[in-house]
Structure formats: C-alpha cells, structure tokens
C-alpha cells in the first residue's frame, strides 16, 4: 500500500511560482510512474504532469514550458514547479502514484488534494 500527501498550495497572484510536494510512504519501492492530475470547480479531474520511473516526463499542452515535474527518490517525494501561473490554473492539484507490487497487480493511489488560486 502507498499513501500519498500534497502539499505546497496557496494563494498567488497571476505570473507567480508555486511548488507543490506529494511524499509517498508505505511501500514506496512499488511505484511505477507518478502523476499531478487537477481539477476545477465544474470541471472534469485534468492531467497535468507525469514522471516514470526512469524520470521520462509529459506535460498537459496547458501547462508545457510552464510547469515541471520531478521526484527525490531518497526523499519519497515528487514535486510540481509551477510558474508563469495563470488564473485557469486554479484548481485542486491531486498527487497520483501507480504501483505495481507483482506483474499482475496494479494499484492507483491518490492524495487528498492541495488547493492552487492564482488571482488575476
């Protein structure tokens, strides 16, 4: 079992930086990829950012050139540097951790959320 924890969020004015954390524990040696997923009031849960486990990653087209993801492996933790931030990119920023303990199973985990406000 992995249990994920964000943090980092906050209030900023538009065109600030932010950087989230999501710290993984529990059997962290399983994780596979990870992902930043967000979602807005209204809005269907967003993919925004993804690193594997030989730290390949991928951007939504929305935050590319803007945002970057990366992970401390000594520290369990993965990170979301976000600038340039717009005001669309509020939203409740969830941390996401595949797991694959055995070659049959797969497991998904998510944080409880870390809310972003970017103000105009």
């Known amino acids: 079992q992995v249990q994920l924890a964000e943090s980092g969020g906050g209030l900023v004015q538009a065109g600030g930086s932010l950087r989230l954390s999501c710290v993984a524990s529990?059997?962290?040696?399983?994780?596979?990829?990870m992902n930043w997923y967000r979602q807005a009031p209204g809005k269907e849960r967003e993919f925004v950012a993804h690193i594997s486990m030989d730290d390949r990653t991928n951007y939504a087209d929305s935050v590319k050139g803007r945002f970057t993801i990366s992970r401390d492996n000594a520290k369990n933790t993965m990170y979301l540097q976000m600038n340039s931030l717009k005001p669309e990119d509020t939203a409740v920023y969830y941390c996401n951790a595949f797991a694959r303990p055995t070659v049959v199973d797969l497991q998904n985990y998510w944080g409880q959320g870390t809310q972003v406000t970017v103000s105009s």
């Open positions: 529990g059997s962290t040696n399983s994780i596979t990829a």
